[in-house]
């Protein structure tokens, strides 16, 4: 079997479950591990995978996600000083980041308006199964403007999206941010100006924070 069937055998939750087609890039692609779960983290540190913890909203707090790039980082070290973290690629440190749900407006409050009435039409297609089906997990209303001030949504101009998310890069320690830019009921138009203002103003202000901690390495 070889090392990349190995690394995608991991990911059938653990089973030992050969793959019969080659991946002909080589080094094989990185790999990725999207994760809740505090308890995989040690295992994908080990391993060498990029992780994406928590998933926007719904995402654990920045204290806790910090605790967890500590534990990642740690047990990475220590498995590639031991040539064990083979599921990374030879040379490049992993990632280890947050997902989170944008929306960059000219000001702050018309990005809030615009993301509090398509957040509110997101979290009712999010939870529709649930509700559908009697689960109370979502049975609750979401505060959208307390995600926003728990930098779990981040929403505003573009001087205040920059400073969300360096807020979140340094109190979470992450190196990586991956970003939704479209949800809900969001006009396209709104999205591609979003996506835009984080391109052009919101990533170089970023850079110029901590460009140390997101950069490539």
Known sequence: MSELTKAFSILALGCPVELHVPVHQRPHPPLWYPTSNPASIPRLGEQGYNVLFGFGFVSPALDVVREQSRTFFHRYRASEARGGARCGLPGRRPRFGVMRHVLVAPTDEEAIDIGRAAFADHYASFTHLWRLHGSDRFSTPVDFDQLVVERKVLVGSPESVSAQV????????????????????????????????????????????????????
């Not at 203002?197 to 990533?203: G, P």
Request: no cysteine; proline share 4%; net charge negative.
């Open 166 to 217: 360096v807020e979140a890069v340094t109190t979470g320690e992450v190196n990586y941010l991956a970003g939704a830019f479209a949800w809900g009921s969001m006009d396209v138009d709104v999205a591609l100006r979003s996506l835009r203002l984080f391109r052009d103003e919101v990533i170089p202000a970023v850079h110029r924070n901590v460009s140390s901690a997101i950069a490539p390495t």
